[in-house]
């Protein structure tokens, strides 16, 4: 692990909120410029402030490498994604939002018992729903963050460091900002070079640290281009990961990919008996697991996609 991602596990886990988020810019643009690699800000005002770090020239790589740099709020359970289970992660979805229905209806319920009118215990009710829906956006920040996705980020960190300068010219790398907030950061990034992002491939990386099967969800567009599919199904072979080229059609994995025409979703999963490879521990105080040789297997097969000059 290279100096500034043993000082990003160390010191910036938490990437959430103005200042925070700040102070690991800045870290990045600093150390990396010392490499040869100069990172701009793309700043963009809204509901939310939002900020990608982007470097490298869009309009003349072969490839856009992307991860979101912003973390989440603390949550009592795991984000649970199965991505070639469909039913199961529609399941923990509707589980998760009738818990969140039946704790807003305590209230609720309290005020009715307690002679309230209807509509002020509806009132009640629906006041708490939000309370809790925007706990789990903007609440107390999770301070474990290596999975989702810190792994991420020193991969593409890791990847910069080690491309040999020749061949840096055909990579732009895109951190972006406020992905936990809905996929806002890729949402502005992608308008704001629309033109640009609709033939180039998009190769997003979201939870890479932890688990033996990465999964290669590639859109239509990615496939159609058969040569830089072949080319990525061969960047990746068996080793330290399992590699799971599929459609993406068939993976659910809401990341920053979603809405770029050409884009590929990478992420490692731990097998699981009942659901199939699966990301568990992310939102939580257990997100503590990076393995290292998933970053390097990734890197490695980065770099082998990249140095293939048959385009």
């Known amino acids: 692990m290279t100096p500034l991602c043993e000082a990003i596990v160390r010191d910036h886990q938490v990437r959430k909120g103005r200042a925070r988020k700040a102070a690991f810019r800045a870290l990045v643009k600093a150390e990396m410029r010392k490499e040869g ?23 003349t790589a072969d490839y856009v490498l992307g991860a979101h740099y912003d973390t989440c709020a603390e ?17 923990f979805q509707l589980g998760l939002t009738a818990a969140l229905l039946l704790l807003a209806a305590l209230p609720a319920l309290l005020c009715a018992h307690l002679g309230a009118p209807g509509v002020v215990a509806w009132i009640v009710g629906g006041l708490c729903c939000i309370a809790l829906t925007v706990l789990m956006v903007a609440g107390p920040a999770n301070r474990h963050t290596m999975n989702d996705n810190t792994s991420g980020v020193i991969a593409l960190l890791t990847l910069l460091a080690r491309l040999p300068k020749e061949k840096r010219a055909r990579v ?140």
């Open 172 to 311: 732009a790398v895109v951190l972006f900002d406020n992905e936990e907030t809905g996929l806002l950061g890729s949402t502005l990034f992608r308008r704001r070079h629309a033109r640009v992002m609709e033939e180039k491939p998009l190769i997003n990386l979201d939870c890479v640290g932890e688990g033996e099967t990465l999964l290669l969800a590639a859109s239509k567009g990615y496939r159609a281009d058969e040569a830089l599919w072949a080319r990525t199904r061969a960047a990746f072979l068996p080793g330290a990961c399992e590699p799971l080229p599929v459609p993406a059609a068939r993976a659910f994995y809401p990341s920053d990919q979603l809405g770029f025409k050409k884009s590929l979703a990478m992420a490692t999963l731990r097998r699981r008996r009942f659901a199939g490879p699966a990301l568990g521990r992310i939102h939580t105080r257990r997100d503590t697991v990076l393995e290292e040789k998933n970053i390097e297997y990734i890197v490695e097969g980065l770099l082998r996609l990249i140095d293939n000059e048959n385009e």
């Open 75 to 91: 949550l009592p359970f795991p984000n649970f994604v199965a991505p070639l289970n469909w039913p199961l992660s529609i399941l």
């Open 37 to 59: 690699v100069l990172f701009r800000e793309e700043r963009a005002k809204g509901l939310l402030e939002n900020v990608n770090l982007v470097c490298g020239n869009l309009s």
